[in-house]
């Protein structure tokens, strides 16, 4: 963790060098032939966009996505050479900086085409586009069984350039069969459209569970989001693949009082003493992404041992019960995620307690840490 003194001593630490380490087994999993497009939206899931996508293209990132105009244009400013795919539909007024910026469009509707292409005519360039196809997600994009017809009206307007095809996948964790038949779909439909002499170099299906567990999703392009960070989308795939936790989130001893036994602590009086006890106060609660659903179930760790939140999460502040830890002073260091010792908190331990998914425990951990540091190694 860079120097710096903390006037609130709750912080996030992110290792760029785990990072780099999921980036390589990414890599060597899907092999060299393979261009691999790095999900860097949500501020890179709450570990810090720039920080992230500048790792990410030193690591030799073929691409970066991102969900909004907003996050494109500020990679841009930071200095990212890298195409940016924007993931997300935008409103069609603003099809102007997609061009002005070198950006490139997620796409599913005629109008915001011809939008891109008038634009792009009037600045003499081309606008890049990658079709949106919905096999089964219900969300964004062109069904299937319609997109012939639709990408072949795409595809005779002269400023834009079709560089890629994609689609998403709903639970490709939970249901295999339907995961295969989105694959079959969309391979399908890619077939039809070289039958009607339109070649789209770039096709995508892989999310993070693509990557690790549907090789016949690859295709030429895969998107790796969550996985990138050292978060498994799924629990099995420990066993397939080594991954790296980038995100630690840590604080200190603010306060020690000796509890009595039958007294209660926090909001609500969820936790009596059941003997006489020994109770820590942390700055840290909900406000920092320290979900109040893991009151009296999530643990963190002190000097290298577990110990459990007693009582609710407040707004700022939690509590441990130091049971029988004799002598924790002021100051000491309590990880929430992340290793100490012989000792390790994952995310994805604390969704389940939080009955939510690591996904949404990452984002809400790294957008409220005011205090977020990364390790350049």
Known sequence: MQSKRLLR??????????????????????????????????????????EVSKRLAKCGADYLGVASIDEAIKLRKSGIKQPILILELIPEEHAGYIVDYNLTQALCTEKLAKNLNNYAKRKGKTARIHIKIDTGMGRLGVWHEDAIEFIKKIHQLKNIKIEGIYTHFPVAD????????????????????????????????????????????YLNLVRPGIMLYGIYPKESFRS???????????????????????????????????????????????????????????????????????????????LIDLDNLKNVKIGEEVVLVGKQGKEEITLEELAVLANTISYELACSIGKNSTNRFCKNT
């Open 240 to 318: 397939k693949l080594e991954l790296r936790p980038v995100l630690s989130f840590k604080t200190r001893v603010l306060f020690i009082k000796k509890i009595p036994k039958g007294r209660s602590v926090s909001y609500g009086r969820t936790y009596i003493a059941k003997n006489p006890t020994t109770i820590a106060t942390l700055p840290v609660g909900y406000s920092d992404g320290y979900l109040r659903s893991l009151s009296n179930k999530a643990e963190v760790l002190i000097r290298g041992v577990r110990r459990r939140i007693a009582g609710r999460i407040c707004m700022d502040q939690s």
């Open 9 to 50: 001593p709750t912080w996030v630490e992110i290792d760029l060098s785990a990072l780099e380490f999921n980036f390589r087994q990414i890599k060597k999993l899907v092999g060299i032939k393979t261009k691999v497009l790095c999900v860097v939206k949500a501020d890179a899931y709450g570990h810090g966009m720039i």
């Open 174 to 217: 939970t249901d295999r069969f339907f995961t295969n038949h989105q694959v079959r779909y969309f391979e399908n439909l890619i077939k039809k459209l070289k039958k009607n002499n339109i070649d789209i170099p770039l096709q995508h299906a892989a999310n993070s569970t693509g990557v690790i567990d549907y090789r016949c999703s």
